[in-house]
């Protein structure tokens, strides 16, 4: 049994009757069972409640046995002196606090054995979801309310590291934007190292330099290592003495081209197309998340990450190598969604919460609701059981129930986990 199991019988009154008593006798009646405290100290803050008659209102703390008060030292803690009820899943020991034995609650005994069972069947559960094999008695309204808490904390849990980042940059969102673009467009296998690309090329570089677009393309392709081979071909030419001037005036020393992958991708994922593509983006596109904040129809945001190269690679994937399939080589739609999923939408999000911007915060969950389902393990492993994503926020919702919910058995904190414990 985990400590949580106390604060949602504390939460949601599951004792069997309320003729509860402490454990020196004394008439207990919880008028307010307090806001739970994340933070340092008690468990619960602001609890109101009558003790033989007289009302206390203060902190609660809660504990599997009494004994755990001692071993934690809070009788020495400053942050444990106002606490009114010490609650225990079992009292083996009187506490002491100035000079005076502290209330306690064993809750077991106002408990029913169902609860507990109940509870440990999700806990001790070794499917992928705990609740797979009672998940099809959950009406739907009650799976359909956890998924939208599931994909709005998984916007925000994006956010949190957009905002270190913003920190980092001198709260410079257009290259939080560029350098989470240029991540999120390559494939897994590439992203730590257009992780490194975007370290060495900063946003204000290309700042400077956009405004020629083959000094633009010199500066991504020479910084990651990709024009060091001989070819007779005048752009890459053209592109190896724009980098050789550019490195020397602003001290740029290029990557080792075998930290990028191309085996088992496709031509379309290569990242050299992709180096051409968002050179292309940031030499017409001045300040694109500043442009897509002010766009309300996603229709039209799409449009903005077209990123069609520059003429050569109609008919190239990799410098120095003509392709049999020539093409205009423009980002496709499902790549753009994911562009829209994991950057445009969260950093919107952000943008909108940290400015008290709620036509901006409701764009992107509108934004979210518009996109098409993400077909993926999760999506996949929720239809099996009823539950059918229609968009990409449910797909969403899908990746962080598992993730944070499910798979670390966080069934208490979840409303169908909550719904199951609550029939018995």
């Known amino acids: 049994m985990k400590e949580e199991f106390?604060?949602?019988?504390?939460?949601?009154?599951?004792?069997?009757?309320?003729n509860l008593k402490t454990t020196d006798h004394r008439n207990l009646e919880v008028i307010y069972s307090g806001d739970y405290n994340e933070d340092q100290g008690p468990d619960f803050s602001y609890a109101k409640l009558s003790i033989d008659g007289t009302v206390w209102i203060g902190q609660v703390e809660m504990h599997l046995s009494s004994s755990d008060w001692n071993r934690h030292h809070h009788s020495i803690d400053a942050h444990y002196h106002n606490v009114i009820l010490h609650v225990v899943w079992i009292h083996d020991e009187e506490i002491i606090v100035n000079g005076n034995v502290l209330p306690t609650l064993e809750l077991k005994n106002y408990i029913t054995d169902q609860d507990v069972i109940r509870y440990k069947q999700l806990i001790e559960c070794e499917d992928r979801i705990p609740c797979e094999k009672l998940f099809a008695n959950v009406p739907s309204h009650v799976?359909?309310?956890?998924?939208?808490?599931?994909?709005?904390?998984?916007?925000?849990?994006?956010?949190?590291?957009?905002k270190k980042e913003l920190e980092s940059t001198q709260q410079d969102w257009e290259e939080v934007f560029y350098k989470n673009l240029c991540k999120y467009l390559v494939t897994p296998p590439n992203a730590d190292s257009m992780e490194v690309l975007t370290t060495k090329i900063s946003w204000r570089l290309i700042q400077k330099i956009k405004s020629e677009l083959t000094d633009l393309e010199a500066l991504f392709f020479g910084v990651a290592g990709m024009l060091n081979a001989s070819s007779e071909e005048s752009y890459v030419l053209e592109l190896q003495n724009n980098y050789s001037l550019l490195a020397h005036k602003y001290n740029l020393s290029p990557m080792n081209v075998q930290n990028w992958h191309f085996l088992r991708l496709r031509p379309s994922h290569f990242p050299s197309l992709r180096l051409a593509q968002l050179a292309s983006f940031f030499h017409f596109v001045d300040r694109p998340l500043a442009y897509l904040l002010e766009i309300a129809d996603l229709a039209e945001a799409r449009k903005v990450l077209i990123m069609?190269?520059?003429?050569?690679?109609r008919n190239h994937y990799q410098l120095g190598r003509p392709s049999t399939q020539p093409g205009n080589h423009r980002l496709g739609n499902s790549t753009k969604d994911v562009l829209f999923i994991n950057v445009v939408i969260p950093l919107i999000y952000m943008y909108g919460t940290q400015n008290s911007n709620e036509s901006q915060v409701s764009k992107a969950l509108n934004w979210l609701e518009i996109i098409k389902s993400e077909n993926n393990i999760y999506t996949r492993l929720w239809r099996e059981l009823g539950f059918k994503p229609e968009n990409a926020r449910h797909s969403q919702a899908c990746i962080q129930q598992y993730k944070i919910f499910c798979q670390n058995k966080k069934c208490l904190e979840c409303k169908i986990g909550h719904y199951i414990l609550s029939q018995g």
């Open 143 to 162: 799976i359909i309310s956890q998924m939208e808490n599931a994909s709005i904390h998984r916007l925000q849990q994006k956010t949190l590291k957009f």
């Open 6 to 18: 106390l604060h949602y019988l504390w939460r949601t009154h599951k004792w069997i009757n309320s």
């Open 308 to 313: 069609e190269p520059s003429d050569y690679w």
